[in-house]
């Protein structure tokens, strides 16, 4: 009898090493089979989350552009109110047709910078592509910003470094980033020179920001090399704290000390200028201290160096 119980405990602790083993393999099957309902059931939350969003974009999308039709109305029967089309104004109704105007430019710039905004989060803002020759380019937007410069008593100054490559994108959406960028370094600035500077960097240069460092390409001969735009300012700059902040939309630093002129911002330039570069394959970064000025830089991508 003593000589069996060894091999008894044996046999016993077989079943028990058989029952633990079962319960723990059924256990970890339980768990997988909840853990496939759990993934399943994100997978779905996550299209519904996808649908859903797509669908307040759409929505964004279509009352923007209903809201454009009646506001391009009011806007243009009050310019020919001002214009005397219907009559001379009073000195009394001058006033009353001016704020009217200045509210209605304002909303329509709004409605049209949402409705770029909600486009971009459908999937609905098209690029076109083309080959861009950046000096005349900037140049052009340049003079075009030059009026508004001499108006507020500034200096612009254009460095253009002349080896500028081509570079390969949308002049459109270009246009409306550094056009809102040197309208900021204007609006911003009471003394000083607005300039705008472009130069080629290449594609490994530490310099680079963070979001577009992972180069695609790692064989030498097809390193891109970045187009920076620069627009840089001598104005009330951007403390540390505020520089993330101000790509956000509806975003204002101060917002309260404007009051409602007609020159108000709508917190959406930097936001929508921001997409509109991740759109085009770069991104804008700004660099700043408070009260020496900030320089915000569009970064693109260049065209692969020509083999020669
Ligand atoms: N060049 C600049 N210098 C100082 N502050 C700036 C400059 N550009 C933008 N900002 C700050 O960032 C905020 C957001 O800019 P933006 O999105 O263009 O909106 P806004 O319509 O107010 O110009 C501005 O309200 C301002 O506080
Ligand atoms: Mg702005």
Redesign the pocket.
């Known amino acids: 009898m003593l000589d069996q119980l060894p091999a008894g405990l044996g046999w016993v602790l077989v079943g028990v090493g058989a029952i633990v083993f079962v319960y723990v393999v059924r256990r970890f099957r339980m768990q997988a089979r909840r853990l496939q309902e759990r993934s399943r059931e994100l997978e779905h939350l996550s299209t519904e989350l996808i649908r859903v969003n797509k669908m307040k974009s759409e929505f964004l999308a279509n009352v923007s552009h209903e809201l454009r039709t009646p506001l391009n109305a009011i806007v243009g029967f009050v310019d020919l109110l001002r214009e005397g089309v219907y009559g001379e104004l009073t000195p009394k109704q001058a006033g009353p047709v001016e704020r009217i105007e200045a509210s209605a430019t304002h909303l329509r710039h709004l409605v049209d910078q949402i409705l770029d905004l909600a486009k971009m989060a459908a999937g609905r803002l098209e690029v076109h592509s083309e080959p861009i020759d950046l000096h005349p380019f900037i140049l052009d937007i340049a003079s075009e910003i030059e009026p508004l410069v001499t108006e507020r008593k500034l200096y612009l100054s254009l460095a253009l470094s002349s080896g500028l490559p081509r570079v390969r994108t949308d002049a459109t959406h270009l246009r409306q980033i550094i056009l809102?960028?040197l309208?900021?370094?204007v609006?911003?600035?009471n003394s000083g020179t607005i300039s705008v500077r472009a130069r080629s960097v290449p594609g490994t240069d530490p310099v680079l920001p963070g979001l577009i460092k992972p180069s695609q390409d790692t064989t030498a001969a097809t390193v891109r090399p970045w187009i920076a735009i620069q627009?840089a300012?001598t104005?009330?700059?951007?403390s540390k704290n505020?520089q993330s902040r101000?790509?956000e939309e509806f975003?204002?630093?101060?917002?309260g000390s404007r009051g409602d002129s007609m020159n108000r911002?709508?917190?959406?330039?930097?936001?929508?200028?921001r997409r509109l570069a991740r759109l085009l394959g770069g991104d804008v970064t700004v660099e700043?201290e408070l009260g020496k000025?900030?320089t915000?830089t569009v970064w693109l991508p260049g065209e692969p160096a020509q083999q020669a």
């Open positions: 809102n960028l309208g900021n370094a609006k911003y600035t627009v300012d104005g009330i700059g951007i505020d101000v790509f975003e204002q630093i101060d917002a911002g709508t917190g959406l330039g930097l936001p929508i200028s700043s000025g900030s915000f």
